[in-house]
């Protein structure tokens, strides 16, 4: 069962269909014990990493998430879902985030190094490119479109956390992964087939890990 993360500012509905649609159990909770009973989690988000951040300290599942995760606990995070697993972002001022992987968030400037403005959010379809093109949660994909809004933007302390990139004043990740620990900043559920795919890629991946647990018992 995948248990998706309710703290009051993810897209719930889209993500609980999709998984409908890979006909997979989930639950939709912000129980600390149902999360902990889970095989996999997911944590949506839409809106400010400090309002984000605050409510999940106020009910204290920034520290249970972060333990569950630290003992082994698949986790996907989506939008600001992805932010959230780094270390701390600037939006309205620094805010301490998981810090699950190592990064910083930093707002789209709005202009290019040549001083040409461009538009903040980063909204729309936009080309993925794979750097590791292995990567258990882009398996069996190619690489393509996908469908981002973020302002924004993952700045990662070490490469080899970052799985795929798209361009939009330079390289943004756009698919980052470490061990059992996976985000991405566009909307998989709302990405087509390839999003999809990658979504499945994840809940296969936490239905593997259950079977190899359950056998090393």
């Not at 968030?105 to 538009?119: L, M, S």
Request: with cysteine; aromatic share 8%.
């Amino acid at each position: 069962m995948i248990a998706v993360v309710d703290y009051g500012m993810g897209n719930l509905y889209s993500v609980s269909k999709a998984l409908e649609r890979l006909d997979t159990p989930y639950v939709i909770t912000e129980e600390v014990h149902v999360l902990a009973s889970a095989d996999g989690l997911i944590l949506p988000g839409v809106g400010s990493f400090k309002d984000a951040m605050a409510i999940l300290q106020e009910k204290n599942l920034d520290t249970n998430i972060k333990q569950l995760v630290e003992n082994g606990k698949p986790l996907l995070g989506i939008c600001l879902g992805m932010q959230l697993l780094f270390s701390e972002s600037v939006e309205n001022g620094i805010t301490r985030g998981l810090d699950l992987l190592p990064g910083k968030v930093r707002r789209f400037p709005g202009k290019t190094r040549a001083g040409i403005q461009y538009k903040v959010p980063h909204m729309g379809w936009n080309f993925l490119r794979y750097r590791q093109p292995t990567h258990v949660i882009v398996e069996g994909t190619k690489e393509g479109h996908a469908y981002f809004v973020h302002s924004y933007v993952v700045h990662a302390d070490t490469a080899e956390v970052v799985v795929a990139t798209t361009d939009y004043d330079g390289e943004v990740p756009a698919v980052v992964g470490r061990n059992h620990i996976f985000g991405t900043q566009f909307h998989p559920e709302k990405s087509s087939a390839l999003g999809m795919q990658m979504l499945n890629n994840y809940v296969t991946y936490v239905k593997e890990r259950q079977v190899q647990t359950s056998d090393s018992l």
